[in-house]
């Protein structure tokens, strides 16, 4: 497993945009499970509506995960997702 | 007369026939099915219809209404296949042995609830999503057509509220207007109106009764009045309104894409004033030629503490950029006098028009005013950048700054940071001091733009805060157009151009006194543009006068 925390930037936080986003960006990973966690809850970033329901905003941290025979390749994607648009 | 009122939300006086929308019946009853097998294919089918519409509606929205309102139906499409919608439907069906119909709905208004259990306002409006989204399978499911309005003439389109869909689905060349019962300046309704620039009342409540249904009304998008029967002084009062709104009409439309020339050639450059860049839809929809003045105080004040260089990077680029090679002029830091900032931690003044403001808090505070030059050097590798410096009284100022700005190059040079090093400087002329200094000041830099709500403020001794000095605060003053005409002469000696950045600039009156100094640019707020474009197009340079100089 590969992880990372991060401290949210964006006003916003995970809104509709950024979690679409997120849900396109995980897709072709497959296998490979990607998840968002704040607080004690933790959902996979294919779970739109369950991602937003997070209602994640500036200054929350959140921690990101991937686990999966692509965790590398898919943990280096989401980082930069996270760093250019949160 | 019967008068509602709501709230507008988006500009402009109609009158048409109010028309109900008719949201199609489909009433959802839970029937047990006996092949569960169909209803699953059924479904199926359904869920690939909605992603295959909505993904159309995202295409017809990125052509004719934006970016923006394309990604709002992309976002829609992956709710239809989001794994913990399409699960619940899936486990709802199989434990139910239901019809497809009552599993949607039922899983549809579980994921509305949550979004609206919600403890913020913008998530609380994503459930109108979810209903949406869950509609639209249902309308799928039982072979429901959507939209269209049966009517043969435009009509203001009355009703509860509509949904994003909704909205777009219409046939718009028969919506005169919106009026309706609920919904927000936020609400899908009022940004759709605005978009598309018709007028729209929200927030009716019960005033707006089904049996006005085909009724003749007349609806004020900026006072939020619906009225049905008006008498003579507000019939009056809105066909004057819809007059002159329609003849200003007429002139964006002819003004567009022309030359800002005057009849015998003489060149204007009609720019706009911004305060963030939120503000360039407003210069694109009116055709501005650049950004004169592009105000940087909102990153200040909207901000807790002193926002970063990246932060102002993206600003500033995102201007830049969005300007494709148009100049923008940026002014650096002006706040003190009446703009306050808490984390500045400035002192109290009594006075603090004549304090410590502007390029003063920045030449005093000099790792503030780095971090802003660095943002904009680094900003003007991506457009026609220019920096202009407020509140100038003096040579060794414009020195000063002149200094940093070489500093800054020279680090960004250092760490391979590409920006433009030619990037125009200027001055801001607003203090009588810069006009009696203005052929020395002309010298130093490339241009000049006169903030005339100060140099009034200055030159006449009124405070512009200052409510009753009536008769006394003249911006008209002579002595304001000959400071103005001072400082003209001096830039033009120089090789420079002068701009006016102020109040003064959309003037319309001052035009031909303008033309007559020798005026370069105007700056003005973005709904100027082609009303003084007009103007300009209508005047010959060389039979203006300087008489109201006298």
New interface residues.
């Given amino acids: 497993m590969k992880q990372f925390t991060f401290l949210i930037r964006d006003e916003?936080g995970i809104?509709?945009?950024p979690?679409?986003q997120l849900?396109?960006l995980a897709k072709p990973y497959g296998e490979t499970v990607i998840t968002v966690t704040k607080g004690s809850q933790t959902v996979?970033a294919?779970?739109?509506?369950?991602l937003?329901?997070l209602?994640v905003?500036r200054g929350d941290e959140v921690t990101v995960a991937t686990e999966g025979p692509a965790e590398d390749d898919a943990i280096a994607a989401v980082q930069k997702f996270f760093e250019e648009n949160l | 007369m019967v008068l509602m009122q709501g709230k507008g939300v988006s500009a402009g006086v109609i009158k048409g026939k109010l028309y109900f929308y008719q949201r199609p019946d489909n009433t959802v009853v839970k029937t047990a099915v006996e092949d569960l097998q169909a209803e699953k294919e059924r479904l199926a089918a359904a869920q690939q219809a909605s992603m295959e519409q909505l993904e159309a509606l995202a295409d017809k929205c990125r052509q004719e209404t934006g970016e923006d309102s394309a990604i709002l139906f992309e976002t829609h499409a992956m709710f239809v296949e989001d794994e913990d919608y399409t699960a619940m439907i899936a486990e709802i069906l199989e434990d139910e042995g239901c019809n497809a119909e009552y599993a949607v709905k039922t899983a549809g208004e579980q994921f509305a609830a949550m979004f609206a259990a919600m403890d913020d306002a913008y998530m609380q409006a994503r459930a109108a999503d979810v209903q949406d989204v869950t509609q639209r399978i249902l309308n799928n499911l039982m072979g429901v057509v959507e939209g269209g309005i049966d009517s043969d003439e435009p009509v203001i389109l009355a009703a509860e509220d509509l949904a994003p869909s909704e909205t777009l689905q219409l046939d718009k060349s028969k919506i005169l207007g919106f009026a309706t019962r609920g919904g927000s300046g936020n609400s899908h309704t009022a940004i759709l109106a605005r978009t598309m620039g018709i007028p729209a009342v929200c927030g009716l409540g019960d005033g707006l009764k089904e049996e006005y249904n085909g009724r003749l009304a007349y609806i004020d998008g900026e006072t939020g009045k619906v009225v049905l029967d008006p008498d003579e002084i507000t019939l009056a009062a809105l066909t004057d309104k819809y007059q002159r709104q329609q003849e200003m009409k007429q002139l964006l439309l002819t003004m567009k894409g022309q030359e800002d020339v005057t009849l015998d050639g003489k060149k204007m450059m009609v720019y706009c004033n911004i305060g963030s860049p939120d503000d360039l839809g407003a210069v694109k929809a009116n055709d501005g030629q650049g950004i004169g003045l592009f105000r940087s105080e909102f990153l200040y004040l909207a901000a807790d503490d002193y926002p970063s260089e990246d932060e102002q990077f993206e600003a500033y680029r995102a201007v830049a950029a969005a300007m494709d090679g148009k100049r923008v002029v940026i002014r650096t830091l002006d706040i003190g006098a009446d703009k306050q900032v808490d984390y500045f931690k400035l002192n109290k003044e009594e006075n603090p028009a004549m304090g410590m403001r502007a390029i003063r808090i920045c030449l005093n505070r000099p790792e503030v005013f780095r971090t802003q030059l660095r943002a904009l050097y680094r900003a003007s590798a991506y457009g026609k950048v220019a920096i202009m410096f407020p509140m100038i009284t003096s040579v060794w100022e414009v020195k000063e700054c002149r200094r940093a700005c070489k500093s800054v190059m020279s680090e960004l040079a250092a760490e391979g940071i590409p920006f433009n090093p030619d990037t125009e400087i200027g001055i801001m002329v607003e203090t009588p001091a810069s006009i009696f200094m203005a052929e020395d000041l002309a010298k130093l830099v490339d241009f000049f733009s006169v903030g005339t709500n100060d140099l009034t403020q200055y030159t006449l001794a009124c405070d512009r805060q200052c409510n009753d000095l009536g008769k006394f605060f003249d911006p008209h003053h002579p002595a304001i157009l000959r400071a103005i005409k001072q400082a003209a002469d001096a830039a033009h000696k120089a090789g420079i151009w002068i701009g006016i950045c102020g109040e003064l600039a959309g003037d319309i009156s001052l035009l031909p006194t303008f033309l007559a100094i020798g005026i370069d640019e105007l700056s003005v707020s973005p709904s100027v543009v082609l009303p003084l474009r007009a103007e300009i197009r209508k005047s010959i340079a060389q039979t203006c006068t300087l008489e109201r100089l006298e």
């Fill in positions: 916003l809104h509709a945009r979690a679409g849900a396109k996979k294919s779970q739109l509506m369950k937003m329901s209602g905003k």
